[in-house]
């Protein structure tokens, strides 16, 4: 069973606009990771943010946990047509397994 | 360079033809994993290991065998292949088990046709 359900499946943006990916989880996590795959290539890791934090920030990107409604959300700042890609979250449990959501992809039109 | 290495990249095969994907890190790390990526369905885990000679079953284990002798490698083993298991499949592997803190770094994927 997936452990993240990103919203939306599919986002078209503009360059210079924000996009903000939600994600929800069933479980309890120790941490929450967001990764980005461009097309049919590798995950790439974004960023990790544990269970006792509720924000994080890295370059464009921010991260919040609100581990009380079991959900996250991922803001890339100034969008470019190089951010184009499918995002995913994923929650590590306590199972030692990392589980992966659906994924959400990403169009950033020039 | 710290890596995490798939061969074959591009597998097309037949139906029972046994078939080995091999994966390997350079990064002493201890724990790696096999995930498979289907569209609809996102990354789905097919076995994990913990350190030599400790796999367990992931979410979607049946058709898949592996194998962890040494560190660095982990492959995925296809005994019978059928055509559901055309995929597209990605090892990965992190540092170690404990806190479950450290991020999993990837392969760059071997796609897999089964006909």
């Known amino acids: 069973s997936q452990q993240g359900e990103e919203d939306p499946q599919a986002l078209s943006i503009q360059e210079g606009e924000n996009a903000t990916m939600n994600c929800s989880y069933k479980t309890s996590i120790n941490n929450l990771q967001w990764y980005r795959q461009n097309s049919g290539r590798g995950l790439v890791h974004l960023i990790l943010?544990?269970?006792?934090?509720r924000e994080k920030h890295s370059g464009r990107l921010r991260v919040t946990l609100d581990t009380s409604k079991k959900s996250s959300s991922l803001l890339i700042t100034a969008s470019r047509a190089a951010d184009t890609a499918s995002y995913f979250c994923a929650g590590w449990g306590s199972n030692y397994k990392l589980t992966f959501g659906k994924g959400t992809l990403l169009t950033v039109n020039p | 360079e710290a890596q995490v290495t798939q061969n074959p990249r591009y597998l097309i095969t037949v139906t029972g033809k046994k078939l080995t994907v091999t994966c390997s890190q350079n990064?002493?790390?201890?724990?790696m994993s096999w995930y498979r990526q289907d569209p609809g369905l996102g990354l789905r885990q097919i076995y994990y290991?913990?350190?030599?000679?400790?796999?367990d079953k992931g979410d979607v284990p049946e058709g898949y065998k592996v194998s962890r002798k040494e560190k660095r490698n982990f492959p995925l083993i296809l005994e019978s292949p059928s055509p559901n298991q055309t995929s597209l499949y990605f090892c990965a592997s992190r540092i170690g088990t404990s806190g479950g803190r450290e991020t999993q770094y990837f392969g760059p994927g071997t796609r897999l046709l089964v006909l």
């Open positions: 290991s913990m350190n030599v000679e400790v796999t």
């Open positions: 990064m002493n790390h201890e724990y």
């Open positions: 943010i544990r269970s006792n934090e």
